[in-house]
């Protein structure tokens, strides 16, 4: 941890005014930017110019001067360290609880409830929208079919089993009384997800809603943390709760937590991660700003001996992160991509921390300093996490009536040159794991609803997850419905949303690229790690409600977007009133879309002609 000057072991140490040259010439590589709604804000990028027959500021000054007429904007040395380091928060000015006619008591009040009652109250709309009839359609939607079965088996042997291909509609008819086999059956996906699933199978039954709470509830609970970590990212509530909201009316979001599928369990743990490491990003900067020296005016300055050489110390938000990426790759794989990037910026963080707070070679800091215990606390924590996941097959029996390839080590690789050092569990989840491989790699089997990753940005090709077509007066149809009614589940993101995200994400790079804001970069490098991957996997069978997984981070590129278009607090009140009109529009229309599509995201029966409107594009049907 940092400790004060006074205590720290003598160095040799730069002279006052070095330390100052130095710090502000740290400070010039380290640009921000005065944020539209939050105010100044640091960014931790660092110069992609590494010429070295020129000074630092000199370099800084060249490659931004070539990057003015993208609009980049280069910034002034001012204000303490410490802010730079961890930013207030921003409040509302005392204007609007004047224009409210709130009085100053209550004002100041609602102000310091709002951190936590304006997300809660975003959730309680979020969790009303996605439990209410939760078990309709009384059906095994999708692949259901696969995992609420496997759900059940998992949390009654510690593995899936093989079920009879007409076991769906006796277990609608029984309400979930029906023996469970004892044939291990080959799966492709870790257990985590499903054991998820499984507690809600185990406290309400094996039924819809049984096999749906969990992902509901899930589901609800991303809406809570999207929300704060908004807020914590933007220094905002209002853009925190902004951004939470525009996810609790996403029609992927909501379809995907009604259902009991792995991908919306996946993208819970994958925004949890980013949480944790963002709390980390804020306790480690402000352990940094606690150690730097202050000037006679109680303004903390950059020093090269404290951004240099302070330790950080104990990290448990880091360590929280790791298991969270170990529960994301225990769920699928592709979390792997997730915790890969995830590392990465997060070590970069750290690059930019030490860098604002003075120091002269920030890169070599942190390898000395933060990249060993970053490691420890990521990696290795998740690696562990993912083999205690299957802890329930590792435990199974190894006679052939346990867990698939459970035996394997026993009976087919009992000549493996390794069996000697590793015990039969690990060389048989190995065999296990090379297979499940195997079958991802290779799967190419065609689909009426496969879909290729450059149409899922906006929403080109959905997936129908249930459809029926009952008669008038028949199964909620009414009887004033003509021809007949379509009942569907449609997973597809709420349309102005995802097309309003495309121009976010185009603005968030923009804002990377040329601002040089982190915050922008933090949402893009969320992006990238869910959706990038997916492109090098273009031949295979794959599907849109894989973007599940992206979405939260969509959702805060398009908060920011919004918030851009509101404009800053230093703007004209026409300028702001204008700019707040059209995001108020912007984000109506996507409540009206959401409300528009609610029939085919809940499976409520509507006139065909009504659902045949609700098909915007041919790609959809």
């Excluded at 937590?257 to 991908?263: F, I, K």
Aim: hydrophobic letters at 45%; charged letters at 20%; a positive charge.
């Amino acid at each position: 941890m940092g400790v004060p000057a006074s205590t720290r072991v003598p160095v040799t140490r730069p002279s006052s005014q070095e330390r100052t040259e130095a710090g502000h010439t740290a400070h010039a590589r380290d640009s921000h930017s005065a944020v539209p709604y939050d105010g100044a804000v640091t960014s931790t990028a660092s110069s992609p110019d590494t010429r070295q027959e020129q000074s630092p500021l000199e370099q800084r000054q060249t490659w931004q001067h070539r990057l003015r007429r993208f609009g980049h904007r280069p910034s002034a040395v001012r204000g303490d360290v410490r802010d730079r380091l961890v930013p207030p928060y921003t409040e509302p000015s005392g204007r609007l609880w004047k224009t409210l006619g709130v009085p100053p008591l209550l004002a100041d009040r609602l102000v310091r409830w709002s951190g936590w009652g304006g997300p809660l109250l975003v959730t309680l709309v979020a969790g009303v929208l996605r439990f209410w009839n939760l078990g309709h359609p009384k059906a095994v939607i999708f692949d259901e079919t696969y995992y609420a079965k496997d759900a059940w088996a998992i949390v009654h042997r510690g593995f899936e089993v093989n079920w009879d291909k007409e076991v769906n509609r006796l277990i609608l008819d029984s309400g979930g009384n029906v023996p469970i086999p004892t044939d291990a059956a080959y799966v492709v996906h870790p257990p985590v997800g499903k054991y998820v699933i499984g507690l809600g199978e185990l406290i309400f039954g094996f039924d819809p809603f049984g096999w749906r709470f969990m992902t509901a509830l899930l589901g609800t609970l991303s809406v809570l943390m999207l929300c704060r970590i908004g807020r914590r990212l933007f220094r905002s509530t209002f853009l925190g709760c902004l951004a939470g909201a525009l996810m609790a009316v996403d029609g992927l979001h909501f379809v995907m937590s009604r259902t009991a599928l792995l991908d919306g369990v996946l993208m819970f743990f994958v925004l949890a991660a980013f949480g944790c490491l963002l709390i980390d990003r804020d306790k480690a900067r402000g352990k940094l700003a606690a150690a730097l020296p202050v000037d006679a005016d109680g303004r903390a300055r950059p020093d090269v001996d404290v951004a240099e050489n302070t330790r950080i110390g104990f990290r448990p938000w880091r360590l929280a992160a790791g298991l969270m990426l170990g529960l994301a790759i225990g769920t699928k794989w592709n979390g792997l991509y997730v915790m890969a990037a995830f590392c990465v910026m997060s070590v970069l963080w750290d690059v930019g921390a030490r860098r604002v707070a003075g120091a002269v070679r920030p890169r070599l800091a942190v390898l000395k300093r933060d990249l060993g215990w970053a490691f420890l606390s990521t990696v290795p924590v998740a690696v562990f996490t993912y083999f205690a996941s299957w802890i329930g097959w590792i435990l199974s029996a190894t006679d052939g009536s346990g867990g698939y390839y459970r035996d394997w080590a026993t009976r087919d690789g009992r000549g493996s040159d390794w069996s000697w050092l590793f015990p039969d569990w690990w060389r048989s989840l190995w065999h296990y794991e090379n297979q499940v491989y195997e079958f991802h790699v290779g799967l190419s089997s065609p689909h009426t609803y496969e879909s290729n990753p450059w149409s899922w940005i906006v929403a080109g090709r959905p997936v129908s997850y249930f459809y029926e077509s009952p008669a008038p007066g028949v199964d909620g149809c009414p009887v004033d419905a003509g021809e007949k009614c379509a009942q569907e589940v449609l997973a597809i993101g709420t349309p102005m949303l995802w097309w309003v995200g495309c121009l976010a994400l185009l603005y968030v790079l923009w804002r990377w690229a040329f601002r040089r804001d982190w915050r922008a970069g933090a949402i893009a490098c969320g992006i990238a790690a869910g959706y990038a991957p997916w492109f090098f996997y273009q031949e295979r069978t794959i599907f849109y409600f894989y973007a599940i997984v992206f979405l939260p981070f969509l959702c805060l590129a398009v908060a920011m977007l919004l918030g851009a278009i509101v404009g800053p607090p230093r703007s004209t009140d026409t300028r702001r009133v204008a700019g707040a009109t059209a995001a108020g529009v912007l984000t109506l229309l996507v409540v009206w879309n959401f409300i528009y599509f609610w029939p085919i995201y809940t499976g409520t029966p509507i006139p065909i002609d009504d659902w045949r409107s609700r098909m915007w594009l041919d790609t959809w049907v």
